[in-house]
């Protein structure tokens, strides 16, 4: 690093960083909640495979239907239970996410 003599011609991104963290803690909590809620949720008998058609494999994740932002991540009733193949295929396959998504949040959020 060579030593730049003029410190206010940083456009200061770490700014933003410290909103994101701050958001952060609040999210943390949620998650908190989530991992909990998530495990009871997979216990439950009729959790116990995945959602998709002819997987039959064990659900080990929770598919958020309708996006996990915000409130959305404790929102059971968007829950479904997911195999982690699934879960990444539904990411990285927006057909199948079509099919099985409530529209929103893949429309280019992604990327
Ligand atoms: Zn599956």
């Given at each position: 690093m060579t030593f730049i003599?003029?410190?206010?011609?940083?456009?200061?991104p770490k700014k933003k960083r410290k909103r994101i963290a701050a958001y952060s803690t609040k999210r943390a909590k949620q998650v908190e909640v989530y991992k909990k809620r998530r495990r009871i949720f997979l216990d439950k008998p009729e959790n116990?495979?995945?959602?998709?058609?002819?997987?039959?494999?064990?659900?080990?994740t929770i598919e958020h239907t309708a996006g996990r932002s915000g409130e959305m991540l404790l929102n059971e009733e968007y829950w479904k239970p997911c195999c982690l193949r699934c879960n990444l295929e539904l990411e990285n396959n927006p057909k199948l996410s079509k099919k099985y998504?409530?529209?929103?949040?893949h429309k280019g959020k992604r990327a």
């Open positions: 003599p003029n410190p206010k011609q940083d456009p200061g116990k495979y995945c959602f998709i058609d002819r997987c039959n494999d064990l659900a080990t998504q409530l529209s929103r949040i």
